[in-house]
C-alpha cells in the first residue's frame, strides 16, 4: 500500500528548511549592522520568541517574520550593510524593507520599524528608542521587554495577542506592567489577563 505522502515533497522537510531560511536571514543581516556598527534591535514575532526561549524553549511559537528596530538617520549606512549582505532596499506600502536578493518576496524580508516613530499615524505611542537592549542571542541585540510588550499592545492584531498571551503564560509579563501603559493599552493587558485568571 503506498503511503498517503508518495510522489509528495515531505511537509516537515519543508517547514525545517523555511525556519533555517528565517534564521539565517537573521543571522545575516545582524551580522551585517553588526560589523558596520549600526544600532539596531529585533522587535516583532522574533523577539516574543527570544523571550519567550529565556523562560522556557518549548514554549516557543516559530515565526518567520523579521523585523527590526532602526533609527531613520542610519538608513543610508544600514542600507549600505544590508546591500554587502545580499539584501536590497525596498519600501511597499509605506513600509521599508530589506529583501533577499535570491528570493525578493515582501514576506520573506527584514522589515523596519522606525525607532521613536508611530509605525502606523493612529497609533497612540511610537516605537520604543534604541535604549536598553539587551542581546538574547549572539550579535541580535532585543528590545527591553516592556517595551516589547507595549508594541504588541499597540498593534493588537491576532498575531499580537498570540504573541502577548505566550509571554503571559510564561510569566514574562503580568499586571506589574499595568501602571506603564497609557489607559487603552492598559485595558488591552486587562483583558488578556484576566484569560489567565490574573
Not at 1 to 19: Q, R, V
Not at 54 to 65: E, F, L, N, Q
Not at 90 to 103: K, Y
Request: aromatic letters at 6%; hydrophobic letters at 45%.
Amino acid at each position: 500500500m503506498a503511503s498517503p505522502t508518495t510522489g509528495i515533497e515531505n511537509p516537515w522537510s519543508k517547514y525545517l528548511m523555511a525556519m533555517e531560511d528565517v534564521s539565517e536571514r537573521l543571522q545575516r543581516i545582524s551580522a551585517a549592522f553588526s560589523e558596520a556598527r549600526i544600532p539596531f534591535a529585533l522587535v516583532g514575532g522574533q523577539a516574543v520568541a527570544l523571550w519567550v526561549a529565556t523562560k522556557d524553549p518549548a514554549a516557543v511559537r516559530t515565526t518567520r517574520d523579521v523585523d527590526v528596530l532602526l533609527d531613520r538617520a542610519s538608513l543610508p549606512q544600514a542600507r549600505a550593510a544590508a546591500g554587502s549582505a545580499g539584501f536590497d532596499y525596498f519600501e511597499v506600502l509605506g513600509v521599508g524593507m530589506f529583501l533577499d536578493r535570491a528570493d525578493p518576496h515582501p514576506r520573506q524580508g527584514v522589515h523596519l520599524v522606525w525607532a521613536g516613530e508611530k509605525v502606523r499615524p493612529e497609533y497612540e505611542t511610537p516605537a520604543p528608542p534604541l535604549d536598553n537592549c539587551r542581546e538574547l542571542a549572539p550579535g541580535v541585540p532585543v528590545v527591553p521587554l516592556a517595551a516589547l510588550a507595549q508594541m504588541k499592545l499597540q498593534s493588537f492584531r491576532d498575531q499580537d495577542r498570540v504573541h502577548l498571551r505566550d509571554l503571559v503564560e510564561v510569566g514574562l509579563v503580568d499586571r506589574s506592567l499595568h501602571s506603564t501603559l497609557p489607559s487603552e493599552l492598559a485595558t488591552r493587558l486587562d483583558s488578556l489577563l484576566k484569560e489567565f485568571g490574573l
